[in-house]
């Protein structure tokens, strides 16, 4: 029993590792503007439409040609996705919750972009988690999202997800990006 939970101690922590300011990584928000731990519930009224922000953060390349990422959204009802936008000419050729999503002209990335704006509505004061994998079909290995170098299109880039196992909640309490486990934080689940 202590090495399961030296073990488990170890993974948490390893996971720690992976700081809120890594490159390429990929959440959801709710705040076209900000783009933290506040800002990845919605607390959603029954029957209206809010906004759901897909966002590259720490990009490591200029600029974005395409991204793809699979959505799973668990809760009691499927949310309904009335709209899926995004900037500079967006195409999606997946669907609401696979998007395989490409730009007439490349988007300029830096510390944040928004890659594309869904327009979401739930049924119920439910909670519902949000998660991030890959598309389907994904152009990367591994369970991940990706996004393509604007300058080059055939540089792929696995991204990481801003928090695990969920990157956002409606009607939930949100998530807390990875850098936020700790030793401290580790230890107060054993107290």
């Not at 949310?79 to 609401?96: C, D």
């Not at 327009?119 to 988690?129: A, G, I, R």
């Amino acid at each position: 029993m202590k090495k399961l939970l030296a073990l488990a101690l170890v993974a948490v922590i390893a996971t720690g590792a992976l700081a809120q300011d890594d490159p390429n990584m990929m959440g959801m928000f709710f705040d076209a503007a900000a783009f933290n731990d506040d800002s990845t519930n919605m607390p959603a009224a029954p029957s209206t439409p809010f906004n759901a922000y897909v966002v590259l953060l720490n990009s490591t390349v200029e600029t974005i040609g395409a991204y793809e990422v699979g959505i799973t959204v668990e809760g009691s009802l499927d949310p309904f996705v009335l709209s899926l936008t995004g900037p500079n000419g967006f195409t999606n050729f997946g669907a609401n919750l696979n998007h395989l999503a490409g730009y007439q002209t490349p988007v300029v990335a830096g510390d944040a972009v928004v890659l594309s704006t869904m327009l979401m509505m739930v049924l119920t004061p439910d909670t519902y988690t949000i998660a991030y994998g890959a598309s389907d079909p994904s152009s990367v290995e591994g369970d991940h999202p990706a996004v393509a170098n604007g300058d080059n299109p055939d540089e792929l880039i696995a991204c990481d997800t801003y928090s695990f196992p969920f990157v956002a909640t409606i009607n939930g309490d949100g998530v807390v990006a990875t850098e936020a486990h700790s030793l401290s934080s580790v230890k107060a689940l054993f107290n």
